[in-house]
């Protein structure tokens, strides 16, 4: 049962709107910086609303073979977790060591290439590849969990994760969340009427 075991937080990472690292995350909040603007991955004309918090510095992918910017934002925010908890090589039992992922969309830009008739590859959407590429890239091979429930995702991969340690079944658990800003996710939010008219507001 979860409660058994005793679990804490010893490493973060982070991709945000603010940059790369928790640092830039951190001190984007503390000094109150807006990270929301015009929204330049694509065309927004028609939508709801033309913000968003876009991350800079990630190009999206010019072919199917290269990653999406989604699977780049979790591999960097992992990479920066592990190294935040001490996990160096031959640091913890790979075995002992799970993973919980959570996202909405999944690499939904590698979907818009098939959608559009660009490939018919469409292994970088895959939640749960995405997923093992992300366990492979920490170096676990205990469970590792992929979970979608929309906006809730993320902190649905903490829980999970805390569960894992607290059952037994790991001793070490990431967890956790991405997505991608993409035409058709945005283009879904808008037409479900879940995005704003106006300035975006999220607290």
Same mark, same amino acid.
């Given at each position: 049962?979860?409660?058994?075991?005793?679990?804490?937080?010893?490493?973060?990472?982070?991709?945000?709107?603010?940059?790369?690292?928790?640092?830039?995350?951190?001190?984007?909040?503390?000094?109150?910086?807006?990270?929301?603007?015009?929204?330049?991955?694509?065309?927004?004309?028609?939508?709801?609303?033309?913000?968003?918090?876009?991350?800079?510095?990630?190009?999206?992918?010019?072919?199917?073979?290269?990653?999406?910017?989604?699977?780049?934002?979790?591999?960097?925010?992992?990479?920066?977790?592990?190294?935040?908890?001490?996990?160096?090589?031959?640091?913890?039992?790979?075995?002992?060591?799970?993973?919980?992922?959570?996202?909405?969309?999944? &690499?939904?830009?590698? @979907?818009?290439? #098939? *959608?559009?008739?660009?490939?018919?590859? =469409? !292994?970088?959407?895959? /939640? %749960? $590849?995405?997923?093992?590429?992300?366990?492979?890239?920490?170096?676990?091979?205990?469970?590792?969990?992929?979970?979608?429930?929309?906006?809730?995702?993320?902190?649905?991969?903490?829980?999970?994760?805390?569960?894992?340690? &607290?059952?037994?079944? @790991?001793?070490? #658990? *990431?967890?956790?969340?991405?997505?991608? =800003? !993409?035409?058709?996710? /945005? %283009? $879904?939010?808008?037409?479900?009427?879940?995005?704003?008219?106006?300035?975006?507001?999220?607290?």
């Amino acid at each position: 049962m979860a409660g058994d075991c005793r679990a804490v937080i010893t490493g973060l990472g982070s991709v945000s709107p603010y940059g790369r690292g928790v640092e830039a995350l951190w001190a984007g909040l503390s000094a109150g910086e807006r990270a929301i603007g015009p929204v330049t991955l694509f065309t927004t004309e028609g939508l709801r609303n033309s913000l968003g918090g876009e991350v800079s510095g990630y190009s999206p992918p010019s072919s199917p073979d290269e990653p999406t910017r989604a699977l780049r934002f979790l591999l960097d925010a992992i990479d920066e977790a592990v190294a935040d908890a001490g996990l160096g090589e031959g640091g913890f039992d790979p075995e002992r060591c799970g993973l919980v992922v959570g996202t909405n969309f999944g &690499g939904m830009s590698a @979907a818009e290439l #098939a *959608l559009t008739g660009r490939t018919a590859d =469409l !292994s970088g959407y895959s /939640f %749960a $590849g995405n997923t093992a590429r992300a366990a492979e890239r920490a170096g676990f091979s205990g469970p590792a969990i992929t979970l979608s429930l929309s906006c809730a995702s993320g902190v649905a991969a903490l829980s999970v994760a805390r569960e894992l340690v &607290g059952g037994g079944r @790991a001793d070490v #658990a *990431l967890a956790a969340g991405y997505d991608e =800003l !993409s035409l058709f996710c /945005f %283009a $879904g939010l808008s037409a479900l009427r879940a995005t704003s008219t106006s300035d975006i507001t999220p607290f």
